[in-house]
């Protein structure tokens, strides 16, 4: 294909770099890229390339081998050798692989932090451009409204949950994750990286991520390769956080108790442990899931770990284990056939992989959780809600306002961002 000949050879530099302490305070537009968790991760900008997955039940595979190519054919000079050195490529992939807006960018400037230890990637191409792909030809639409992003009110939507119980109670199914949007308007142009500032100092425990107008803070890690150790942490069962920290104590404890709540996180844990198994020699599950602490939730946490028997990739992990039970249900067939029935939208990005992968093959992919599609002063929210036998639609619902508010509170703290930097700019005469 005319993408992966030579005349868009990338010429790759990775050099140390004095630490920066905060990336996200290091990064500045065009096209702000963002993968960060305690300090750590990268950030990047400008674009070399951009490959634009064809709608295909393949496309994991389809991604790998357009980015193996590119980067195979890499001219690199890499003086630090860390996981995220050299060329790497941000990406986000559609819920559904019946959807179109997958999407992979390789950026011009790269800068990662690990541990103390900093650098600066640059890449250059003898061309630039978007790479689209007809190598595989698109399959039909799923069924349902295909690109509608009407939400649903909330008793339609309550509504929805209620059906959603009725099939699991009868025996179609045992979990589905129900999604809700919210569209909001801002009345200038959103300021991503002053949102993405406002997430991570508000949820540093979550992997703050940005790409291509994608932006959000997720508590779930799809999965972390290096070299030849994989890790996940499964995130599933939610609560809201208490007043105080006594009533927090007792919110954690009844989380922790809770059959409805631990049978939705068994059924994501089962499904990670299972798709992992045949690929690792050794795999660890945590016995029991620990109650982790955000901002406005409480959720119920599992890591599971192992050491790969087989050559994959970060991506290529991705795309074995997406969809999860955590965002899909169980079993996922039937689970993703309601979500097409009941959710009465195109979910786009949200709760489909998010992250990066390098030339070796390392990565971190999350879900994308919390997270909003931003254009321009436009941003369209997501919140999702696992759905059992014992749910209560008018709790869901609730929930799902929940989690809303993280991504509300960061537009909200962007447009202050905004007028403080026009009150400064008017203080200064500028």
Same mark, same amino acid.
């Given at each position: 294909m005319a993408a992966m000949t030579a005349d868009r050879l990338l010429k790759v530099s990775t050099i140390p770099a004095e630490d920066p302490a905060d990336l996200l305070a290091e990064l500045h537009d065009p096209g702000p890229l963002?993968?960060?968790?305690?300090?750590? @991760?990268?950030? $990047?900008? $400008? #674009?070399?390339? *951009?490959?634009?997955? %064809?709608?295909?039940?393949?496309?994991?595979a389809f991604a790998e081998r357009m980015l193996r190519a590119l980067f195979d054919a890499a001219e690199t000079e890499d003086h630090v050798g860390l996981p995220g050195c050299g060329p790497v490529a941000f990406g986000s992939f559609t819920f559904?692989?019946?959807?179109?807006?997958?999407?992979? *960018?390789?950026? &011009?400037t790269v800068v990662g932090r690990r541990n103390g230890a900093a650098w600066v990637t640059t890449i250059t191409a003898a061309r630039q451009g978007n790479i689209v792909s007809d190598e595989l030809p698109p399959v039909p639409p799923a069924g349902g409204p295909g690109g509608c992003r009407n939400t649903l009110t909330a008793p339609r939507w309550e509504r929805a949950v209620a059906t959603a119980v009725e099939r699991i109670r009868a025996g179609s199914l045992r979990k589905v994750v129900l999604a809700r949007d919210l569209e909001v308007t801002s009345q200038g142009p959103i300021n991503v990286i002053a949102a993405l500032r406002a997430l991570a100092d508000r949820d540093p425990d979550c992997y703050v991520f940005a790409c291509a107008g994608l932006i959000g803070a997720t508590p779930e890690l799809l999965i972390q390769r290096e070299g030849r150790q994989a890790r996940y942490r499964v995130i599933a !069962? *939610? =609560? +809201? &956080?208490?007043?105080?920290?006594? #009533?927090?104590?007792?919110?954690? /404890?009844?989380?922790? *108790?809770?059959?409805?709540? =631990?049978e939705e996180h068994r059924y994501a844990a089962e499904s990670v442990s299972q798709a992992l198994a045949p690929l690792c020699r050794q795999l660890a599950v945590e016995a029991r899931p620990a109650v982790i602490r955000l901002a406005d939730t409480h959720h119920l946490a599992t890591t599971i770990s192992g050491t790969l028997a087989?050559? =994959?990739?970060?991506? $290529?992990?991705?795309?074995?284990?997406? %969809? /999860? +039970?955590?965002?899909? @249900? /169980?079993?996922?067939?039937?689970?993703?056939?309601?979500?097409?029935?009941? #959710?009465?939208?195109?979910?786009? &990005?949200?709760? !489909? %992989?998010?992250?990066?992968?390098?030339?070796? !093959?390392? !990565? #971190?992919?999350?879900?994308?959780?919390?997270?909003?599609?931003?254009?321009?002063?436009? +941003? &369209?929210?997501? =919140?999702?809600c696992g759905i059992v036998a014992g749910s209560d639609p008018a709790t869901e619902a609730a929930e799902a306002?929940?989690?809303f508010q993280p991504m509300l509170r960061a537009l909200e703290q962007s447009r202050m961002s905004q007028r403080a930097c026009r009150e400064a700019r008017a203080r200064d005469g500028r």
């Open positions: 963002a993968w960060v968790r305690r300090g750590n @991760g990268l950030i $990047g900008w $400008g #674009e070399v390339a *951009t490959i634009i997955m %064809p709608v295909c039940p393949d496309r994991f559904d692989s019946a959807r179109g807006g997958s999407v992979l *960018t390789i950026p &011009r !069962g *939610t =609560a +809201a &956080r208490g007043s105080g920290p006594d #009533e927090d104590a007792a919110i954690s /404890t009844a989380l922790a *108790t809770s059959a409805k709540e =631990a087989v050559d =994959a990739s970060a991506l $290529g992990l991705a795309g074995v284990l997406h %969809p /999860t +039970a955590a965002v899909c @249900g /169980t079993p996922p067939g039937a689970a993703m056939d309601l979500i097409r029935e009941l #959710e009465n939208m195109d979910r786009g &990005r949200y709760a !489909g %992989p998010v992250g990066w992968m390098d030339a070796h !093959g390392d !990565g #971190e992919w999350g879900l994308a959780l919390h997270c909003a599609e931003v254009d321009g002063s436009r +941003a &369209r929210l997501f =919140a999702g306002e929940v989690k």
